[in-house]
């Protein structure tokens, strides 16, 4: 079966800190695809990124970046330069891949509560 | 609409009556997945419709619980004989394909037993 655990409940800093979302997961399976979602206040879940099995290469996107690590089953978000606009609850996600070409659903983690004050 | 639509937005009803929630996913996309997000439960995935594949309905938590998608478009999730702890918000997200390919949520329905 497969597990998220983000440990992290809520995190809070003042803007323009760095802050890191913790990430880990368990899964049986070789092939899977991992995922963050940011949801603001208003309650839609936005796709930040999505990262396969196969490449462990950390991705840089303006103020995010990820690093994925098999070693450690961890898939880590940074924020660089924090800004209020980020203040939001974000998720982890998991997917295995099917041999029949679906997918499992998301297999999704608590979320963390990120505040982040003026 | 561009995304994904869902309706009704709040949903309020007894204890013991049926619900309906239906979702409009994005044109084309074959995959269509609902969840539900409730406190101290975070995200659970319910089901999973894939083309005409038969759905994936490992997630549904009893069998009050049941969904259908009409001609590989719309969905509807069915709650019968609701009660106090289906209370949570249903989030229907849709894929272009499945295999773990970006999925957009919409913006849920927010349902209330009382």
């Known amino acids: 079966a497969q597990k998220v655990t983000q440990a992290q409940t809520e995190i809070s800093v003042v803007e323009k800190e760095d802050v890191t979302l913790d990430c880990v997961y368990e899964t049986r399976d070789t092939t899977y695809y991992l995922f963050w979602y940011k949801q603001p206040p208003s309650g839609e879940l936005v796709f930040l990124i999505r990262?396969?099995?196969?490449?462990?290469q950390n991705e840089i996107s303006g103020r995010y970046s990820w690093n994925f690590q098999k070693s450690t089953s961890s898939f880590n978000f940074t924020i660089t330069a924090s800004q209020v606009v980020d203040s939001a609850v974000y998720f982890c996600?998991?997917?295995?891949?099917?041999?029949?070409?679906?997918?499992?659903?998301?297999?999704f983690g608590k979320g963390t509560h990120l505040i982040i004050q003026p | 609409g561009a995304g994904v639509s869902q309706s009704p937005s709040n949903k309020v009803t007894e204890k013991g009556k049926d619900v309906e929630l239906r979702c409009d996913p994005i044109s084309g996309h074959t995959a269509l997945y609902w969840y539900r997000q409730s406190l101290g439960q975070g995200l659970e995935f319910l089901i999973y419709?894939?083309?005409?594949?038969?759905?994936?309905k490992s997630g549904l938590p009893s069998d009050r619980f049941s969904a259908e998608r009409t001609g590989g478009s719309v969905s509807t999730l069915t709650i019968q004989r609701t009660q106090q702890e289906d209370s949570a918000v249903y989030l229907c997200?849709?894929?272009?394909?499945?295999?773990?390919?970006?999925?957009?949520f919409g913006q849920g329905t927010r349902l209330t037993v009382v």
């Open positions: 990262r396969n099995s196969f490449d462990e």
């Open positions: 419709f894939q083309g005409n594949s038969a759905p994936d």
């Open positions: 996600a998991l997917s295995e891949v099917r041999l029949r070409g679906g997918a499992d659903g998301l297999t």
């Open positions: 997200a849709s894929s272009p394909v499945g295999g773990g390919t970006e999925a957009f």
